[in-house]
């Protein structure tokens, strides 16, 4: 069973920056891909950015690409978002999630395990 738990989310003006991460508590957290999906309020949970197991290979939605980042220290056991140049409509709770998605990294049934979610507040 791998545990996830997200931190680093809160309020911050449009233009902004957070860096959210997303700790695990085992080792073999680095053997799976890891997803950050959020949901915002009365909107359905939505694809955010990906890293593969190895750390070299990423994936970022088009509402998101050029200003969010994605990347992992597995020696952490640590997935990091940062996320720059934010936006009001960035608003949402965001988690974590891990698995072998076996390329499918847009979708949440690809996923064995999530976090509980942090909550980003994007103020106009």
């Known amino acids: 069973q791998v545990q996830l738990v997200e931190s680093g989310g809160g309020l911050v003006q449009a233009g902004g920056s957070l860096r959210l991460s997303c700790a695990a508590s085992v080792r073999t957290f680095s053997s799976y891909d890891v997803g950050w999906f959020r949901q915002a309020p009365g909107k359905e949970r939505e694809f955010a950015a990906a890293?593969?197991?190895?750390?070299?290979?990423?994936y970022y939605a088009d509402s998101v690409k050029g200003r969010f980042t994605i990347s992992r220290d597995n020696a952490k056991n640590t997935v990091y978002l940062q996320m720059n140049s934010l936006k009001p409509e960035d608003t949402a709770v965001y988690s974590c999630?891990?698995?072998?998605?076996?390329?499918?990294?847009?979708?949440?049934?690809?996923?064995?395990?999530w976090g509980q979610g942090t909550q980003v507040t994007v103020s106009s």
């Open positions: 999630a891990a698995g072998r998605t076996y390329g499918e990294y847009t979708r949440t049934t690809a996923y064995d395990y």
């Open positions: 890293i593969r197991w190895s750390g070299d290979t990423a």
